[in-house]
């Protein structure tokens, strides 16, 4: 069964659609390999292309303390985004680099797993809410193929938008609940037998 890291050596020599020419580095994603929650964002910029990491400049800044809120870092959930490469002067992702991309996100779904999916901005959301609108979609959820997924803004957006940080910080703090309610709901293990001693 391949690990992450395989996959990881995979996508570093992808060129299946003209970001390869232009990118400085690929940025996967990163965090646990069992974790129940993956974070999924647009494409990576500047910092990111530099560091080959996902969520490095100011809105992962943010990303980080939304984590926080809800008890978590990076190194309990899974981060990463639509499209793998940078595009170039961080223009919008084209629906054919997200086509071309597709395979790599579905095989990290595959190898984690999870059983939350959160979106962060309209690029991921329109894939697990198609055709819904941000601003009416954002902070609800819906059950996809038995996950949970859950619409957020993009975190950049509480930058540009001051008035939207309220509304991801309240957002953010509806997961632990929606992933205590899955865990709820999921059936209920066989009765063990009581050991006798
Ligand atoms: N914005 C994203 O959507 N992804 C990143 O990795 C960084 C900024």
């Given at each position: 069964m391949a690990t992450l890291a395989d996959l990881y050596r995979e996508i570093a020599l992808c060129r299946d659609c003209e970001l390869a020419e232009c990118r400085n580095m690929v940025v996967p994603g990163e965090g646990a390999e069992?974790?129940?929650?993956?974070?999924?964002?647009?494409?990576?910029g500047f910092h990111e292309d530099q560091q080959g990491?996902?969520?490095?400049?100011?809105?992962?800044q943010f990303l980080d303390n939304l984590l926080h809120?809800?008890?978590?870092?990076?190194?309990?959930?899974?981060?990463?985004?639509?499209?793998?490469?940078?595009p170039p002067g961080n223009r919008d992702p084209l629906p054919r680099e997200?086509?071309?991309?597709?395979?790599w996100l579905e095989r990290q779904i595959e190898l984690i797993d999870p059983r939350m999916i959160v979106t962060l901005g309209r690029h991921?959301?329109?894939?697990?809410?198609?055709?819904?609108?941000?601003?009416?979609?954002?902070?609800?959820?819906?059950?996809?193929?038995?996950?949970?997924?859950?619409?957020?803004?993009?975190?950049a957006a509480a930058l540009h938008q001051q008035s939207l940080r309220?509304?991801?910080?309240?957002?953010?703090?509806k997961i632990?609940?929606?992933?205590?309610?899955?865990?709820?709901?999921?059936?209920?293990?066989?009765?063990?037998?009581?050991s006798m001693f």
């Amino acid at each position: 069964m391949a690990t992450l890291a395989d996959l990881y050596r995979e996508i570093a020599l992808c060129r299946d659609c003209e970001l390869a020419e232009c990118r400085n580095m690929v940025v996967p994603g990163e965090g646990a390999e069992d974790a129940a929650i993956m974070f999924i964002g647009e494409a990576p910029g500047f910092h990111e292309d530099q560091q080959g990491r996902p969520f490095v400049g100011a809105a992962g800044q943010f990303l980080d303390n939304l984590l926080h809120s809800i008890g978590l870092d990076r190194s309990k959930v899974y981060i990463c985004n639509i499209i793998k490469c940078r595009p170039p002067g961080n223009r919008d992702p084209l629906p054919r680099e997200v086509d071309a991309c597709r395979r790599w996100l579905e095989r990290q779904i595959e190898l984690i797993d999870p059983r939350m999916i959160v979106t962060l901005g309209r690029h991921s959301m329109s894939r697990y809410f198609p055709g819904a609108s941000i601003s009416k979609v954002h902070g609800t959820a819906r059950n996809l193929d038995g996950r949970i997924c859950f619409a957020m803004y993009h975190p950049a957006a509480a930058l540009h938008q001051q008035s939207l940080r309220r509304t991801i910080e309240a957002d953010m703090l509806k997961i632990p609940g929606l992933l205590a309610q899955a865990a709820d709901t999921k059936p209920a293990p066989e009765p063990r037998q009581l050991s006798m001693f």
